[in-house]
């Protein structure tokens, strides 16, 4: 006879909840975007970019290790990671001092499963625009455990644009783009545990994509019916980038001590040829070649002692060093050469609290960063000052009644410019835009309160909460009219970003089947510089829903609708995407077939973005391909598994 208990999906924590996927119905194939897509106040788009209560801001972890070291995007490592190997994922809503000030709307930590026998599974996922790949292998030696994993996929896309701009005259372009491309990782991983409290760990991960575009565009003048010129454009792009890791955690009853070392290297090409063509005048070339190299290294310890049953102190040091540079050569129509190199180092220290007063748990903590960069352009030295940062934390939570939590946080968030806000390099691949960086931007500093009400009560699990953000120092992109109505985009600290929203979210499991989820938020949002203010609502919409039909057929729907997205000079339309997916599992779960279609209803999504400014006004209207079928056939390899062992993972910070 066999006794089969399931824990609730979600689990309460003073800085957030945990959700063990296990509790709902797995999908053949899927991955760890589709896990996220299934847990409250998270939504996940069609790209698998996942975002809370509105803010991208979010630090994602999988295993100890930074998200960094599996992908060079958040979604490009959730799509490495099987979504039937996810032990659980831990939300922490309101990060400590623990965490890194920069990014920090929110920390995602993904935990993988780690089977008792040697096992694994074996994927092929065919679809309309996709054909792809993949399967992970765990080998148990005695006290080692080696686990190795690969990924490959081929896609194809196809979008396309009309701009209109107004300004002393009316202009109009239309472009249609084909993308084609692939994408490979893989990496293995070796764990030693001598004893239950000890562990260590090194890894070492590859990846490959590259992916070229083609585009045809077309300009024409005021009522014009024939085209003024034509550009066919070429956009070739090389990515290849690897990482290693090396980890140690000591873990007892009252003492946790975990060191991390990662290094990562990103090698990139680029640019882009293009020739125009316009009635009655020569052809014109233009190519431009770039190449990027991007080195990266992280250190840091961490340690945490329970003083007392009510009191717990965790410290700890980190360094992150940053080299990137690109070279830029026009090899058409007038050979030149420029180069940008960017070096950044960020020490920081941190303390935290944590106090347990019978009903009431407290945590405050004091984090300080400081960060020293230089920057080249053309050999000559920009001026980038030091500067150095303290970030305060605290938080409360209160239970109340069955299963209820009160919690309120408060900390400053710190958002330092990207390298591509930076680089001054001026590309003018698109006939009516210039697009440079600003290499004289500074970090971003926002103050965040948050007051949350949740509760688990049976099968129910409702949160609602409030939020409000004061940046008074926005990075946003500003756009200017040039003289010929070129238009120039670039990035500036321009002044207040102010953000007041609400969000409900709740997972209600009716019965043992069914498993239903609501995601709403609606914030109020406040532009503003000496010469520009623009306010609006912003809302989203999140759904998704499970139902186990028997005898291993089970279907799964999710929805994801968002509104207009303020920017400082216009706004552009929400996102719509949505998908159902069908799943027959046989042989207890060890082969498995799945059909998703997604968007099956609306072969395309069409969104606008409309700019207002000094002496124009923009309006385009993009037409994305986000229609998908895809087929998936999964097999599960060695003895099934019955349980995970008590292996420490590595502590996030």
Not at 294 to 300: C, M, S, T, V
Not at 482 to 504: F, I, K, M, P, Y
Not at 544 to 551: A, I, R
Not at 632 to 648: D, V
Request: glycine share 8%; proline share 4%; charged share 20%.
């Amino acid at each position: 006879m066999t006794v089969r208990g399931q824990r609730p999906a979600i689990e309460q924590r003073s800085d957030g909840f945990v959700f063990h996927p296990g509790s709902l119905p797995g999908i053949a194939g899927s991955d760890a975007a589709d896990i996220l897509r299934k847990i409250p106040m998270l939504s996940v788009d069609a790209d698998g970019n996942p975002s809370l209560a509105g803010g991208r801001s979010l630090r994602v972890w999988i295993d100890g290790k930074p998200s960094e070291t599996y992908a060079a995007t958040v979604a490009d490592a959730l799509r490495a990671i099987g979504g039937e190997n996810i032990l659980r994922v831990e939300v922490i809503t309101a990060p400590s001092a623990r965490y890194d000030a920069e990014g920090t709307d929110a920390v995602i930590h993904i935990i993988t499963k780690r089977p008792v026998q040697s096992s694994g599974i074996v994927r092929a996922m065919p679809g309309n625009r996709s054909v792809a790949a993949g399967g992970e292998w765990t080998q148990r030696l005695g006290k080692w455990v080696i686990t190795s994993d690969l990924f490959y996929q081929r896609y194809r896309n196809r979008n396309g644009f009309v701009l209109t701009r107004e300004a002393k005259a009316t202009i109009r372009q239309v472009q249609e783009t084909w993308q084609t491309g692939q994408y490979a990782s893989g990496g293995t991983t070796v764990l030693f545990s001598p004893d239950t409290n000890r562990t260590f760990q090194v890894g070492y991960r590859l990846r490959r994509s590259p992916n070229e575009t083609d585009a045809i565009s077309a300009s024409y003048g005021v009522d014009a019916t024939l085209p003024d010129f034509t550009r066919s454009i070429h956009t070739p792009n090389g990515n290849k980038g690897d990482s290693w890791t090396a980890s140690y955690n000591y873990h007892s009853a009252r003492r946790e001590w975990s060191d991390l070392g990662t290094r990562f290297r990103f090698d990139g090409t680029g640019g882009y040829s293009l020739r125009q063509q316009k009635p009655g005048n020569p052809d014109t070339e233009e190519t431009l070649h770039t190449e990027t190299r991007n080195r990266d290294w992280l250190l840091q310890t961490d340690y945490a002692e329970r003083i007392s049953r009510r009191f717990r102190l965790e410290t700890g040091l980190k360094a992150i060093h940053r080299q990137t540079e690109s070279d830029n050569r026009y090899l058409l129509p007038i050979p030149s050469t420029t180069g940008f190199a960017y070096r950044s180092t960020v020490l920081a220290a941190y303390a935290s609290g944590l106090w347990s007063l019978g009903k009431w748990q407290a945590v405050t903590g004091f984090r300080l960063e400081r960060t020293v960069w230089s920057a080249t352009f053309d050999g000559k030295a920009l001026t980038l000052k030091p500067f150095q940062n303290g970030i305060p934390s605290v938080s409360f939570s209160r239970d109340i009644g069955k299963g209820g939590q009160l919690k309120a946080a408060w900390t400053v968030k710190l958002q330092r410019p990207y390298f591509a806000y930076l680089n001054p390099m001026v590309v003018s691949s698109d006939s009516l835009t210039r697009q440079a960086g600003n290499p004289s931007l500074r970090p971003e500093r926002t103050q965040a309160f948050q007051l949350s009400w949740s509760r688990t009560r049976n099968s129910l699990f409702t949160d609602f909460s409030v939020f409000v953000q004061n940046n008074r120092n926005s990075i946003e992109q500003v756009r200017r009219l040039l003289a010929g109505g070129l238009v120039e985009s670039t990035w500036q600290n321009v002044g207040l970003n102010r953000r007041l929203g609400v969000t409900l979210a709740s997972t209600w499991k009716p019965v043992h089947a069914l498993s239903l989820g609501l995601t709403l938020t609606l914030q109020r949002v406040s532009l503003q510089t000496p010469d520009v203010r623009n306010t609006g609502w912003m809302q989203t919409a999140v759904l998704n829903g499970s139902y186990t039909f028997g005898k291993g057929y089970s279907a799964d729907l999710y929805g994801f609708f968002d509104g207009n997205s303020i920017r400082l000079q216009g706004y552009r339309t929400g996102w719509k995407y949505y998908s159902l997916t069908l799943t027959k599992k046989w042989k207890e779960g060890r082969y498995a077939v799945s059909l998703r279609a997604d968007a099956f209803l609306t072969p395309y999504t069409y969104m606008e973005e409309k700019t207002r400014a000094a002496g124009f006004r923009q309006t385009v209207s993009t037409r994305y391909q986000n229609q998908n079928l895809r087929l998936t056939f999964s097999c599960r390899l060695g003895k099934k598994e019955i349980q995970t062992p008590r292996i420490r993972e590595g502590a996030v910070d």
